[in-house]
């Protein structure tokens, strides 16, 4: 997708097994984006300057994956005028409520849009991201509307084998 990029940005190397679901859903749709790694409490300079210059750079969407604190998300939406969605990584501590709370409990004024702990977080970071481009983006609707309508295959097609599974187990 020619000009419609998105920015990943995680906190840590650690965040990367988790937000690999992201970039494999990116792929999987052909959305072009760049990853960096950036900590709001240890390079804030940077955190400052990927914000301030993430639209110049052509993004669209950012999606930022953080753990504990996970403010990333938050520093970042305040600054940049694009919208972002936080994915918070699975802590040991406290499973990953740590780092809900941080994206989800942002100040009036500061958006951030949140998606679930970990993987399946990560995964659906990416799709809404591609909904938005979408939003703008005829080729990028028309392969949302057919991700989601073979999501809905599998179901069915789950359905189908449950039902025949009970139908031999009572015989």
């Given at each position: 997708?020619?000009?419609?990029?998105?920015?990943?940005?995680?906190?840590s190397?650690?965040?990367?097994?988790?937000?690999?679901?992201?970039?494999?859903?990116?792929?999987?749709?052909?959305?072009?984006?760049?990853?960096d790694?950036?900590?709001?409490?240890?390079?804030?300079?940077?955190?400052?300057?990927y914000?301030?210059?993430?639209?110049?750079?052509?993004?669209?969407?950012?999606?930022?994956?953080?753990?504990?604190?996970?403010?990333?998300?938050?520093?970042?939406?305040?600054?940049?005028?694009?919208?972002v969605?936080?994915?918070?990584?699975?802590?040991?501590?406290?499973?990953?409520?740590?780092?809900?709370?941080?994206?989800?409990?942002?100040p009036?004024?500061?958006?951030?849009?949140?998606?679930?702990i970990?993987?399946?977080?990560?995964?659906?970071?990416?799709?809404?991201?591609?909904?938005?481009?979408?939003?703008?983006?005829?080729?990028?609707?028309?392969?949302?509307?057919?991700?989601?309508?073979?999501?809905?295959?599998?179901?069915?097609?789950?359905?189908?084998?449950?039902?025949?599974?009970?139908?031999?187990?009572?015989?």
């Open positions: 997708m020619t000009g419609k990029k998105i920015g990943i940005v995680m906190g190397d650690s965040d990367l097994s988790t937000m690999q679901e992201t970039l494999n859903v990116l792929d999987e749709f052909g959305v072009n984006y760049d990853v790694v950036i900590s709001c409490h240890r390079t804030p300079q940077r955190a400052h300057k914000a301030m210059t993430a639209e110049k750079k052509g993004y669209k969407v950012i999606i930022g994956g953080a753990g504990g604190s996970a403010h990333l998300a938050g520093v970042i939406a305040s600054m940049a005028p694009v919208p969605i936080g994915v918070p990584m699975l802590t040991p501590d406290l499973g990953g409520l740590d780092s809900l709370y941080s994206i989800v409990q942002m009036g004024g500061v958006p951030v849009a949140a998606v679930g970990g993987k399946a977080g990560a995964k659906n970071a990416a799709i809404l991201a591609v909904q938005i481009l979408s939003t703008a983006d005829k080729t990028l609707k028309k392969k949302i509307i057919d991700y989601k309508k073979k999501q809905a295959e599998k179901v069915i097609q789950k359905d189908k084998n449950v039902k025949k599974l009970l139908r031999k187990s009572k015989k």
